[in-house]
């Protein structure tokens, strides 16, 4: 029953519409480089959005119903943050926090 | 070359694998379609939020407009990120389509996160094969996982946590880049605001047109600051 036309037509459409918000501000602001507000955007939206992100799958990766609700991800963001700050090298960070949480997350060492 | 860009994008090979993985499993065992089609969309459509939600979408048939308006308003954030990269993508060539359809949350924040030499067709040319190297692991995600279906041989739950450390890695990279906290905290405010009053679908875009507004505010008072001083032009 599987109707590869359809699958076709669904896949052609999916990614000309993910395209297209990638493309947009290409095709409407490419003269406007060196416009003031693209500069500033430029300058300060990397970093916004960059903490936005984080802080929304932070609040993902957690189970906020648990007797310590959220603990099993702020806390590996925490040792993230510390090892970060400490050494700043960016694999290291990554790893160790992934790390603590797969343990969390696989060893059940949060009770829920 | 290669080596160093393979280590800038390690972490997005942790995130993309276990995420692309997720991907190919639910699409086999969800779906009546060959394998093989997981990772078609992985070159095709490349967007993890998006084609996850697409699995729901082909098991109900949708029709394609509605396909059409899921899948833009699912991923109308991207259309924030190329303002920050207008220039950098400038006089690209033939390297720029690319670099705009490989823009996914991650190649953003590496791309906007990364020092740059003065060479910009250098610091382009890295650009792209970041881009490669990321859409490259979360195809063949999408095909492992579409592989291996339900059969998952080693236990790799909470290994996606890899994005959310990189995305607080590059936040404390960029935090020390601006020299500035007002950009960090006000991300961070619209995001925890969007947790709380919109459904998940909504929120990544919720908070970046709310932090969109902030920064526009930002810039006014600044413009408004300086013009005081006699320095506007327009």
Redesign the interface.
Known sequence: ??D?G??A??????????????????LF??R??EH???R??????????????????????ATWNSSLPGLD?LL??IL??VV??WRRN??L??AS??IA??A???LDLIQV | MNQSVF?LT??IL?GYLPLGMAFGVLFTTQ????WW?AP??GI????GA??IL?VS??AA?AG?LE???A??VL?????????????Q??GAGWR?AYL??G?T?ET??LL??RARSADRHHEQAVDFRITFFNQCYWVVGCALGALLGANVAF?????????????????????KA?A?A???????A???L??LVLP?AH??IG??VV??V???I??RK??HSAGAGGADHG
């Open positions: 029953m599987a590869t359809y699958l037509g669904f896949i052609a459409v999916a990614a000309v519409a993910t395209f297209l918000t990638r493309v947009i501000p290409f602001f490419q406007h480089t003031p507000l693209v500033h955007l430029g300058r300060y939206l990397p970093a916004a959005v960059m903490a936005l992100l984080a802080t929304v799958f932070l609040q993902r990766s991800a590996p963001a993230v943050v970060h700050l960016a694999l960070s990554i926090g992934t949480y797969m969390i997350l696989q | 280590r390690l972490p942790f779906l009546d379609y060959p089609a078609a969309m095709l459509i490349y967007a998006g084609q697409a979408l082909l048939q394609l396909v059409f308006i899948m833009f991923n109308a954030r991207h259309l924030f990120y190329g303002l920050s990269l207008l220039g993508f400038h720029k705009i359809f823009l949350d953003y924040s906007t996160s236990n790799s739950s909470g290994i996606e946590f890899a994005l959310v450390a990189l995305f607080i890695v590059l936040t404390i990279e960029q935090y601006l500035d007002f950009p960090v905290i006000a991300g961070a619209a995001a925890a969007a947790i998940e929120q990544l908070a970046i932090v969109s902030v920064l526009l930002q810039y600044l413009r």
